[in-house]
């Protein structure tokens, strides 16, 4: 059963940062994508950025210089570290595995950015 779990949200001021974790049950690489994505209230849930099993990653333009997505197969775990953050990434961030057949995404983890 693939699970994940994911960690490190908080609050946080503007301009701050925050690393989020995301640790899988299972081994990521065996899986196309691995990601992360976040949902606003009243908003769609929206990409933020994917790193691929070829090591291809794909940022949003909304946080591309201040986002980076990185991974360590050994512990089958997915980071985002999030740089001067601001307001408008306030949401919560979701980790998302994709397969051939089917997307695992785990339960969420809220990302505060206020003063």
């Known amino acids: 059963q693939v699970q994940l779990v994911e960690s490190g949200g908080g609050l946080v001021q503007p301009g701050g940062s925050l690393r989020l974790f995301c640790a899988a049950s299972?081994?990521?690489?065996?899986?196309?994508?691995i990601g992360w994505y976040r949902q606003a209230p009243g908003n769609e849930r929206e990409l933020v950025a994917v790193?691929?099993?070829?090591?291809?990653?794909i940022v949003a333009d909304s946080v591309k210089g201040r986002f980076t997505i990185s991974r360590d197969t050994a512990k089958n775990t997915v980071y985002l570290q999030m740089n001067n953050l601001k307001a408008e990434d306030t949401a919560v961030y979701y980790c998302?595995?994709?397969?051939?057949?089917?997307?695992?995404w785990g339960q969420g983890t809220q990302v505060t950015v206020s003063s």
């Open positions: 790193l691929s099993r070829s090591g291809v990653t």
């Open positions: 299972v081994d990521i690489f065996s899986f196309i994508a």
């Open positions: 998302n595995l994709q397969g051939i057949i089917r997307n695992y």
